[in-house]
């Protein structure tokens, strides 16, 4: 009886996982401790030696890198996640050509003249993740940009043409239809020399070629962008994209980026916060990336207009007055 409650014990402990390192023995009639071959995957009994298991295969990591052999080479012995975009997925093969003889050099030529088909692409895939590092942008508008180059491959449209630009105009369209949009100069500063001018062709090019049904950039995406890089609270956004909103009803003709930058200029007087109202006019244009000159202008032609285009929930009519004069 007391041995028939041991080993209901001893079961209950090995399924609760408390002896990771036994097994039950069959001839022993019990749960025993067990010792690992690594070199041959056997699992053998240490109480009469009996083989448990064998050929078993050990899926914890190899902590052998073989740097000892060559350290100029990457000693890794594992590629990155597979890609569903490439057809073999990241799997390549390269044959080193250490040796100079004669008969080693058959196998890198030979190797040489197989072509693989998604070589340039997993290249265009790379360059394109490094570009999204660069701006900070998430996983999925990284996979939707490559998508779009997917697609624009598939169809021939990057022979002949500057890669980097196709690229960066695919990164710019996914930023768009994710909803993260992004300027054409933040995108040209990570395009690897491609200019605005080229980014803009291109990206017209493949909406035409993708049927891409991309919406214009609305400044009012780009707002919560630039207010948060000067700091601006919750509130004060509010503000900005509200005094925004109404601008559009009045007929200035100046840049979006510019009546950005003046309305924000505008909010950050007019704000609670000690620190937003010691914002500079030359740190809101730099937040909003335009000159201070030409915030300037924009400032000039909305301030007949702060009445109407500044909420009455954020500020009291009588306290437009502490508004700089343009």
Known sequence: MQKATQKTKQKEDWDKGFCNDGGFCSDCKAYTDVVLDHRSG????????LVLEDHAVDFTAEWRNFDDQDSTNDPSRVGSRSDPLLNNGVLTVNISN????????????LHKTL???????????????MMADRLALVTAIRDHAKELYKNADDRKFCRGRN???????CLFLACQ????????????????????????RMKELLKKILEVDSKTTDIGDLS????????????????????????????????PKSVLAAVMYMIAQLSNDKSTRELTLHAVSQAADVA??????????????????????????EDLK?????
């Not at 909803?179 to 803009?200: D, Q, S």
């Open 42 to 49: 056997d699992t053998i009994c240490t109480q009469c030696g």
């Open 98 to 109: 250490d040796n100079k003889k004669a008969v080693s050099c058959v196998l890198p030529r």
């Open 115 to 129: 072509q693989n088909p998604d070589k340039s692409l997993h290249i265009a895939f790379e360059t394109l993740g």
């Open 163 to 169: 890669c980097d630009a196709i690229m960066a105009a």
């Open 177 to 200: 239809e994710k909803g993260f949009p992004r300027t054409l100069k933040e995108i040209a500063m990570v395009a690897n020399g491609a200019t605005r001018k080229e980014i803009n």
């Open 224 to 255: 919560r962008r630039c207010c948060s890089m000067i700091g601006m609270a919750n509130q004060d956004m509010k503000a900005v994209l509200e005094t925004l909103n109404k601008s559009k009803e009045i007929d200035v003709r100046r840049s």
């Open 292 to 317: 201070v000159a030409t915030t300037k202008k924009a400032y000039k032609d909305l301030y007949p207009y702060v009445s109407r285009i500044i909420p009455n929930w954020f500020v009291k009519l």
């Open 322 to 326: 502490i508004l700089c004069l343009p």
